[in-house]
């Protein structure tokens, strides 16, 4: 366990700077090491600040355990009904909402090749009145501290994953 802590506390000092953390939760009865927030207000302006035209909100969340044991892909598919659930209990949608991202990040070591292949492609989106009020999107992270490597929906860029991989900077 000692390295999921030294990976955990690596993850947490990053979040740190301009995410809420918090550690040791439960949701849906399953704890969870860390629980990360980010949200970002765009607005646009015409001449002056008092000439707001618009708004938008966008929010990310990182929720965080590690799986030591490994994990089989019916236990995946758990996973995926606890971020629908935090989805429909913490998405607001309003018409300021463009989005809200929901990631599970499975701490484990050598996962294996359909669990990667389903992390790979697994996304799920839910759009609030044809998008007008915003949509949410749910996808997985695996972080393999063995291999020091990590997988993830292709939607997620290289700079995006940059901050889950072990030791990287």
Same mark, same amino acid.
């Given at each position: 366990m000692e390295i999921y802590n030294k990976y955990l506390n690596q993850? !947490?000092?990053?979040?740190? =700077? =301009?995410w809420d @953390?918090?550690?040791n939760l439960k949701i #849906? #009865?399953?704890?969870?090491?860390?629980? &990360? &927030?980010? =949200?970002a207000k765009f607005e646009k302006y015409v001449l002056t600040k008092k000439a707001n035209i618009g708004s938008a909100n966008t929010t990310i969340h990182d929720i @965080?355990?590690?799986v030591p044991d490994g994990i089989e892909l019916n236990q995946l598919k758990k996973f995926e $009904?606890?971020? /629908?659930?935090?989805i429909l209990n913490e998405v607001k949608p309003e018409y300021g909402h463009i989005a809200t991202e929901v990631k599970i990040v499975l701490m484990g070591n050598e996962f294996s090749k359909d669990i990667? /292949?389903?992390? !790979?492609r697994y996304r799920y989106t839910k759009s609030y009145l044809l998008g007008l009020k915003g949509w949410s999107m749910l996808i997985y @992270?695996?972080? $393999?501290? +063995? +291999?020091? +490597?990590?997988?993830?929906? +292709?939607?997620?860029?290289? /700079? !995006?994953r940059e901050i889950y991989i072990p030791g990287s900077v």
């Open positions: 993850l !947490e000092n990053r979040y740190r =700077s =301009s @953390v918090k550690k #849906d #009865d399953l704890n969870i090491d860390l629980l &990360t &927030t980010f =949200s @965080v355990l590690a $009904d606890i971020g /629908k659930n935090f990667i /292949k389903y992390a !790979e @992270v695996l972080v $393999d501290l +063995k +291999k020091q +490597k990590v997988y993830a929906h +292709k939607r997620m860029n290289a /700079k !995006e």
